[in-house]
């Protein structure tokens, strides 16, 4: 299966799917006023890693600003992710956030609250 | 007394205003508009948390403005662009306001009403739980949203939103949001 890689905008993360590796990762930005459109091929992309997927999934999301619209689609990732774990994979979720950023740090924990997939919640000092 | 859109405008320029439009809403513009003051309030916010709280409340109600301005039938009068909206951000004594202004449907006033009553008067516990609520459990709607936007801005300013709904005729009122940062 072949990795992604999607470059940053001003209104969506830069993407990068490996699948030898089992690293995903989501960086950036996500603002866009419809998000589906955004996500699908990398909902898609889940699917059809979770078939064959590496031994360890290791997903780091760091994102500077997400709107609503987003959160659903990042929430459609994470219970493809607790699909996997259920599966009996390893899977963590690395989740980033700016100091004082009380905001994203709270929106990871909200996240945790809801998804049975261990967090790391990590705080990126300047 | 008729609604005076110039006077209305000018009540919701108070404070030291940062941006202000009145027109047509457009998904460019809106887009236009977030990276103009992305700029900009890198310049004039030094706190780093201030700013990245009122960018996100911004993407927010701009958004929503967008999603949500119900247009008024051609056959009213000329004096509104098509998907008129209306906009400011300024600068207050406490702190920022982000206020945005859109005609409405008055059969969904009632509705909306009822939701920024209940989301005003839940604590910031209660608003986080409601946000995964609605967020675990509620599927996109066909304008590509989740009916999280303003539960979203509520949860973030701790509940920090003003409104009022002003009669234009007898199918439309004109509904004024303002969410303080």
């Known amino acids: 299966m072949e990795s992604i890689s999607i470059e940053g905008t001003t209104k969506t993360p830069s993407v990068k799917l490996n699948p030898e590796s089992g690293v995903i990762e989501i960086k950036g930005r996500s603002i866009p006023e419809n998000s589906i459109e955004f996500y699908r091929p990398i909902i898609e992309w889940l699917d059809e890693y979770a078939k064959n997927p590496n031994k360890n999934t290791t997903v780091n999301v760091q994102l500077e600003y997400f709107n609503t619209s987003s959160s659903k689609c990042i929430l459609d990732i994470f219970k493809k992710l607790e699909s996997l774990k259920k599966a009996r994979n390893e899977v963590k979720i690395n989740w980033y956030y700016e100091e004082d950023d009380e905001d994203m740090l709270e929106s990871g924990e909200d996240y945790e609250s809801i998804i049975r997939v261990p967090f790391k919640m990590i705080e990126i000092v300047d | ?71 008024l039938p ?13 906009f400011v951000i300024s600068q207050t004594q406490e702190g920022y306001k982000v206020s945005t202004g859109n005609f409405i449907q008055n059969d969904k006033i009632i509705p909306l009403r009822q939701k920024l009553e209940r989301i005003q008067s839940m604590s910031k516990e209660d608003l986080k739980r409601l946000y995964k609520d609605i967020l675990y459990n509620q599927d996109f709607t066909e304008k590509g949203g989740v ?26 009122s004109f509904f004024n949001l303002e969410v303080f940062i």
């Open chain 2, 1 to 71: 007394m008729q609604f005076d859109i110039d006077q209305y405008y000018s009540s919701m320029n108070s404070g030291e205003v940062i941006l202000a439009y009145k027109g047509s809403i457009s998904s460019e513009l809106i887009t236009n508009v977030l990276e103009v003051l992305d700029a900009k309030l890198e310049d004039l916010i030094t706190q780093k948390r201030i700013k990245k709280k009122l960018y996100n409340v911004l993407v927010e109600s701009l958004q929503n403005l967008y999603h949500h301005i119900d247009d």
């Open chain 2, 74 to 86: 051609d056959k009213t009068d000329g004096k509104f662009d098509v998907h008129f909206g209306i």
């Open chain 2, 147 to 172: 009916g999280l936007g303003l539960v979203d801005m509520a949860k973030r300013t701790n509940g920090k939103l003003n409104y009022r709904f002003t009669d234009y005729n007898e199918d439309y």
